[in-house]
């Protein structure tokens, strides 16, 4: 027996790849198939079947392509219905692969569909479980996504959610590993760990959502406390990963196309989006004036899913050499397709041939802490956990999160100090500001990380019932 997480940070994201006598299931896979195709072959097994854990909201899944490729079944919990062939399983059901099985625990809550594949070893014994969203290391599945199809409140889902842990997770020996679906950094939960795998033991002792005692009106109430509301795209991929999608192949042979200047110049000037996936301080150095910095360094596409949902709206792109195709790729995990092209040469081809270009400034922490604050205007873009765990003292908050909603809640006749935590955040929320009409805005180099270490008055958020 042999498992292994394939962990994305881009999407705080683990897909499972597990063997046993030349057999192999892949659970919860990326929209790109090949490294689990490449990886079957090096190893001389075939792919039997591609679990999924549910209808993913915040990436592609990668089962259609993949099971067109090696003619093996999806499966599915209780509930699940697909415009493609697939095997929805009952609850209980055991799936045989090799000298092992999985069986099907399904487990509604996070969505109707959900469930649970807890791994058994050669002896029968439980030995791990695959949670995808209904149990995080630290946290649970958010119960709002399936709102809308289950035609239920997200307490009533949030109900199901606890009785599907009580039920079917918190019975499960200590000593059952537990492989989730994400870690820190997905939007599918308020508070998830930095740690990717954990065991029912641990998470018994430090999770709230299995502690002892816990009732279901408590869990009701710490899960829908200031949850905050889903990125816009996830619904787009939830209809992707249920009703079907573009070959990954397709899209990448599409969308992977040099663009000369003349042409590049034509789309910007319809309006197209320019995306811009250098580095924030690449881009603040210079940049295409219009255009958008998303870089490829941070959490590049739930970052474009957020702040473009509309997933059929054109882009173009601005990349760092050589990593056009990464761009794509990217792009094509939370479902967007629709690239025309990248400008080719970059940033270069149009330094060469325009006049025309932008730039932002920066300034240090510390240069921030010698200007007189009562008269700067200084706007945090950090989530909303992150500027109640400590601030600077009387900051506006306004979440990059929510730039498009609350734009107009940016004055436009002061100078803009943008900070986040580290610098990747204030630079996008920059250039989206410059590209409405901002022009009188700085950046905090390092933003709060910085900022924390210099004697600007800040203010910590004290728990009341601490």
Request: glycine letters at 8%; a negative charge; one cysteine or more.
């Amino acid at each position: 027996m042999n498992i292994e997480q394939i962990y994305t940070k881009c999407l705080a994201q683990g897909a499972y790849y597990i063997t046993s006598n030349k057999e192999a299931i892949i659970i919860d896979p990326l929209r790109e198939i090949s490294p689990y195709i490449d990886r079957a072959k090096k190893d001389g097994v075939k792919i039997k079947y591609i679990l999924e854990t549910h209808f993913h909201a915040d990436f592609v899944s990668g089962h259609i392509d993949l099971a067109k490729k090696t003619g093996a079944s999806i499966v599915f919990g209780p509930n699940a219905s697909t415009n493609y062939k697939c095997h929805v399983a009952e609850d209980g059901e055991l799936i045989s692969f090799g000298k092992l099985s999985i069986k099907v625990l399904h487990t509604p809550g996070h969505t109707m569909e959900s469930c649970c594949y807890l791994l058994k070893n050669e002896a029968g014994k439980d030995h791990a479980i695959f949670t995808g969203d209904t149990l995080f290391i630290g946290d649970v599945g958010r119960p709002d996504l399936a709102q809308k199809s289950a035609k239920i409140s997200q307490e009533d889902l949030a109900g199901l959610l606890f009785d599907s842990l009580q039920k079917k997770i918190h019975p499960l020996e200590d000593h059952v590993i537990v492989y989730p679906a994400h870690g820190a950094g997905s939007a599918c939960g308020k508070n998830l760990s930095k740690e990717t795998t954990s065991t029912i033991g641990e998470q018994k002792r430090t999770n709230y959502a299995l502690r002892d005692g816990l009732t279901k009106n408590e869990f009701i109430n710490e899960l829908t406390d200031g949850i905050l509301p889903p990125p816009e795209y996830f619904g787009v991929n939830v209809t992707m990963n249920k009703n079907g999608y573009d070959s990954i192949f397709e899209v990448m042979h599409r969308s992977l196309k040099p663009l000369t200047i003349d042409a590049f110049k034509k789309y910007r000037s319809d309006g197209t989006i320019i995306l811009d996936t250098r580095t924030a301080i690449d881009f603040a150095k210079i940049h295409i004036p219009g255009s958008i910095s998303i870089g490829l360094e941070g959490q590049f596409a739930p970052w474009v899913g957020a702040l473009f949902p509309n997933l059929n709206k054109p882009l173009i792109l601005i990349c760092p050499t050589d990593k056009e195709e990464e761009t794509i790729r990217r792009l094509s995990r939370i479902g967007y397709d629709k690239v025309i092209g990248f400008l080719d040469g970059g940033l270069d081809t149009w330094v060469k041939n325009e006049n025309i270009t932008s730039s932002i400034d920066r300034i240090s922490a510390e240069y921030l802490a010698s200007l007189d604050l009562e008269k700067t205007t200084i706007i945090d873009v950090r989530k909303p956990g992150e500027y109640e765990g400590e601030h600077i003292k009387d900051v506006i908050p306004l979440p990059l999160d929510y730039i498009n909603q609350n734009i107009s809640e940016y004055p436009k006749d002061k100078r803009l100090h943008l900070h986040c935590a580290g610098g990747y955040r204030s630079i996008i929320a920059a250039s989206i500001l410059k590209a409405n009409g901002f022009n009188d805005l700085c950046d905090v180099v390092g933003g709060y990380n910085a900022i924390s270490k210099t004697n600007i008055p800040k203010t910590e958020f004290i728990c009341p019932n601490s």
